[in-house]
């Protein structure tokens, strides 16, 4: 079995280059929190028109059509996610991976360059695809080059570069907030897409896939490569393929094991997304990721990451974008810091100590805002995302390819991620009318807070700990025989 010895340069490269797309989908996401007064034309000190070029120097819009045009980003998101699980199993993770990048790039360009709101929120739209797409695909590539007992560890660091989009943007935002700059601040992605996209030169198929689409002597190759030319990957090999070798026999775990070897072995057929939803085999494992993609944005985490400055205006009017920096800031450093959790305590417990700690801070922040209390409220929010950066941040993106086989789990993951999209449309198009229909004074955390109660429960009862089990069998193996108990 692969250590934690197996940690090379080259393992460390394709983490980052691979994590490249869940930050600029964390970097898209919060774009517009910090400029979102100078965008919409608020603040009455800018004028429509710029002296130092055609573009407009802000876009008039109302509540409602802001809301449309951040929720829109969340519709690409659907469409990437749903298309992308089928393509990476299909063509390889690689494949997907350097398609995102186009969306990337386009998408920042039509942003940075919009004269109206249309052209603003095709932009948007096109960076959803890319960020829905690297959110899928991203994990799924981590998980299959990570070692084993380090896959928790590095897992996170989707969520860890995610944090790292949105403080840049925030940090972004919290300088070039005035004037034409905000421009400046959505042409950053395109940038980050062209860095993606020449990282990606660079970066192989991943072994898992190579190997079930019976290239075996190259899977063979590049993760000697990854884990380094004196590491054993003998145990490793036989890990990933323990079903087809189980059901196939000695001679073709010889061919698998052989490193001059190309002969094809039989692999269990692909799974599509209608498989995963009826065969019975798959449901537990879907209904497990769906519960806790639901439970991540239904317990409130973006309407801090995307509403923060405006929703905090009236208890901090001059401190709202400072915290929004800070916040983002301490949600980095708080899932840099737990980041080995996963793999010491376990997924489950991590999740349940994240939710718990989500639900207090919500009520907490409805108890700030209607009060008007500035410390109660600020050190809501620093709980609120630290809480999240503790389980619901990293775990989602682990689980999918560990309840499941390599042959599903593409499909798997865009179930999962597609319905983390329409929630998070949900949270992004809502709340604003939500909060306001219920006065403004916090009071939709009490909502947030009953929800996360709700999602604790569920979580409890219908997610498998995956912690030091290396096959979706074992998974789902022990929780069966626990329950005969």
């Not at 189980?246 to 061919?255: D, K, L, Q």
């Not at 497990?288 to 405006?310: D, E």
């Not at 498998?464 to 022990?478: A, F, I, L």
Request: aromatic share 8%; proline share 5%; with cysteine.
């Amino acid at each position: 079995m692969a250590t934690t010895s197996s940690v090379t340069a080259f393992l460390v490269y394709l983490v980052f280059v691979a994590t490249l797309g869940p930050l600029q989908f964390g970097y898209h996401l919060a774009e517009l929190n910090a400029p979102q007064a100078v965008i919409t034309c608020e603040k009455k000190s800018i004028t429509l028109t710029s002296t130092s070029n055609r573009l407009p120097q802000c876009l008039p819009m109302n509540p409602s059509q802001f809301g449309l045009v951040s929720s829109i980003y969340t519709v690409g998101g659907f469409v990437g996610a749903v298309v992308s699980g089928p393509i990476a199993t299909r063509s390889g993770r690689l494949l997907a991976l350097r398609a995102t990048t186009a969306f990337f790039v386009l998408g920042s360009v039509a942003e940075a360059l919009s004269p109206n709101i249309a052209i603003l929120s095709a932009g948007r739209f096109l960076s959803g695809i890319g960020a829905g797409a690297s959110i899928v695909v991203g994990p799924i590539f981590v998980s299959e080059i990570a070692p084993a007992a380090s896959r928790g560890f590095f897992g996170a660091f989707t969520q860890i570069m995610t944090n790292v989009g949105i403080l840049l943007t925030q940090s972004l935002g919290y300088f070039f907030s005035r004037d034409s700059l905000w421009r400046n601040i959505l042409a950053v992605g395109a940038i980050l897409g062209i860095v993606e996209f020449l990282g990606l030169l660079f970066v192989p198929e991943t072994p898992a896939w190579l190997a079930e689409h019976r290239h075996l002597s190259q899977a063979r190759q590049v993760l000697q490569r990854i884990r380094g030319k004196d590491a054993e990957i003998e145990e490793e090999i036989r890990s990933w393929k323990a079903g087809s070798l189980e059901s196939h026999g000695a001679e073709e775990e010889e061919s698998l094991l052989s490193p001059h070897s190309n002969q094809s072995q039989s692999q269990k057929p692909r799974v599509t997304i209608l498989t995963v939803a009826t065969d019975p085999e798959y449901r537990p494992a879907l209904t497990a990721v769906v519960i806790v993609m639901l439970a991540q944005q239904f317990t409130g985490v973006n309407s801090i990451i995307m509403y923060s400055v405006s929703l905090l205006q009236g208890t901090l009017p001059t401190a709202a974008p400072l915290l929004a920096v800070i916040i983002s800031a301490l949600n980095l450093v708080v899932t840099l810091a737990c980041s080995p959790l996963p793999d010491k305590i376990g997924r489950k417990t991590c999740l349940l100590l994240s939710i718990s700690g989500m639900g207090a801070a919500s009520v907490l922040l409805a108890i700030g805002i209607s009060v008007n209390q500035k410390i109660i409220s600020a050190l809501a929010s620093l709980l609120f995302v630290a809480s999240f950066a503790v389980g619901l941040g990293p775990v989602p993106f682990i689980l999918a390819s560990e309840l499941v086989g390599s042959e599903a789990v593409g499909a798997i993951q865009s179930w999962a991620l597609s319905t983390n999209w329409i929630a998070t449309f949900i949270v992004a198009q809502f709340f604003p009318m939500l909060n306001g229909a219920l006065g403004g004074k916090g009071q939709v955390y009490w909502l947030f807070a009953g929800l996360a109660a709700l999602f604790g429960i569920f979580i409890y009862l219908r997610v498998p700990e995956t912690k030091g089990r290396s096959t979706p069998d074992e998974v789902w193996g022990r929780v069966d025989e626990r329950r005969m108990d």
